[in-house]
């Protein structure tokens, strides 16, 4: 049994940040990444924040360091800085050739753009390793990178001014759609409100009218005079008792609804809430003064 091989501090690296970072896909993007660590040692493997031409802005796991490339039998290390999506690999990675100190970017390279972009074909089934061993061999066969003096060209200003151009239009064009998706959202949540206000105001105004109607009828139903509530203190009988609890469960609402009336004059109360417990409450002094009525119908038999 052999053990297999202790990861080595970049592996390490890779592991820790695609797992904190909103990979689509944690373990095939480790797997890639582990990979191509072990075939090109010297990229090292951090966290960035990277902007997009389009203007998205997300953390992303940067590669940075230097590839080998040979060119008419000499070995070279090429710098190469590369950024993985997070929806990799039905993304392409983001790849610079950064030119290190006293070097330039070579002027109408066929893959490298001035700013040092590199433009290749990529596909989901692509292998990072193996496309990475191919940009070697690219860049092998045609160096992107030259030392002396840099010549300005026409050509190169047009280049540059293109892609300055364009990923100021990428950036605008976002701008715009997303607030067009933020305004058209918040129409339609506005619309949504609207709708649900003039139902609810709707809901209220019949509730208002029905409790008009509740309240007017109880209006109508006497309690009885004062003798006779003062025959009641002095009455020791379990039917005076009663009459006498009813008697105060009456009043008793009517002050409780009076306090609500004023909860909702001070907005201490909503509407909805002060309409349900009136209804609630009419309905509970209706009873008692029906009972009463009832009561003192029977004792005058």
Known sequence: YRRPPA?????QRIAQIVGHLNYADKALVTHQLVELSRAMPHLVPSEEHYVSDAGEDNNLLKLEGTVPTVHQGHTYHTPLKMYIPLRFPHEAPIVFVPPTAGMHISPRHSIVTRSGRVRVEWRSSHVLHAFVQDLCVKFGAEPPLHSGPRQPQVSDLVSDATDTLTALARRVYKEMHDQYLFELDRGLQLKSRAAALD??????TNAKKALSTHLEQL???PVGTGDDV???LDADTVVERQV??????VLA??????ELDRGVENDVLNL?????SVRRLARDQFEARALVQKIFHLQRQ
């Open 244 to 249: 006498f609890d009813l008697v105060a469960k």
């Open 219 to 221: 209006e109508r139903i």
């Open 253 to 258: 609402v009517e002050d409780t609804i009076y």
């Open 230 to 232: 003062e025959l009641e």
């Open 7 to 11: 990861a080595s501090p970049h592996e």
């Open 199 to 204: 139902r609810g105001l709707a809901s209220l």
């Open 272 to 276: 909805s809430d002060f309409v349900k």
